[in-house]
């Protein structure tokens, strides 16, 4: 009993702390989709209520592959200040109702997490129209953390690397440095 507290403990000190999971849905091992097992994705997420809640599935957010409601996920969690990996947990998937107070609850949390959005306090109702907000619940479970790197080419985007820079730009950047 004392070492189901203190994973549980870590679990949720460890995934409150770090801004990022690796969560590769369907559990151990990973299933076969239409493109192939479904893929370990580093998720930003908030910490709320005994679970990691996480949006996805939208315009412009993060995609949540093979995390379907009901279904298994296992989570890894890094250190916030080494980047190491701390402990590997089972979870279960629960995708919230928009409207519902456990909803609204994860969604006021989330909202105050999100970088960068587009529509601003417009954000809970797109997100209501538009995307899945889901709950990974702990079940109790710890695994072995995986050997290895576990490093993985880069998974298929449609965005592009920077270019190189214009030769005159380094001219134009200098002339304005020099004129204040």
Do not use: Y
């Not at 994973?7 to 702390?17: H, Y």
């Not at 519902?100 to 997100?127: F, H, I, Q, S, Y």
């Amino acid at each position: 009993m004392t070492q189901e507290l203190l994973d549980q403990a870590l679990v949720e000190e460890a995934t409150k702390k770090s801004g990022l999971i690796w969560v590769r849905g369907g559990g151990t091992p990973a299933p076969a989709g239409p493109d192939g097992p479904a893929p370990t994705r580093a998720l930003w997420h908030v910490w709320h209520d005994g679970a990691a809640c996480l949006v996805g599935d939208g315009p412009g957010e993060q995609p949540l592959p093979g995390l379907a409601d009901g279904g298994r996920a296992v989570v890894t969690v890094r250190s916030k200040d080494k980047g190491g990996r701390l402990v590997t947990w089972s979870a279960t998937v629960v995708e919230l109702t928009a409207g519902t107070p456990e909803w609204e609850a994860a969604v006021g949390e989330l909202k105050g997490k999100r970088l960068n959005a587009p529509d601003g306090e417009a954000m809970p109702e797109r997100w209501g129209r538009e995307c899945r907000v889901v709950r990974l619940e702990p079940t109790g479970a710890t695994e072995e953390l995986p050997e290895g790197s576990l490093a993985e080419p880069p998974l298929p985007t449609p965005v592009t690397t920077r270019r190189p820079v214009p030769a005159a730009l380094p001219r134009l950047l200098l002339k304005r440095r020099g004129r204040g």
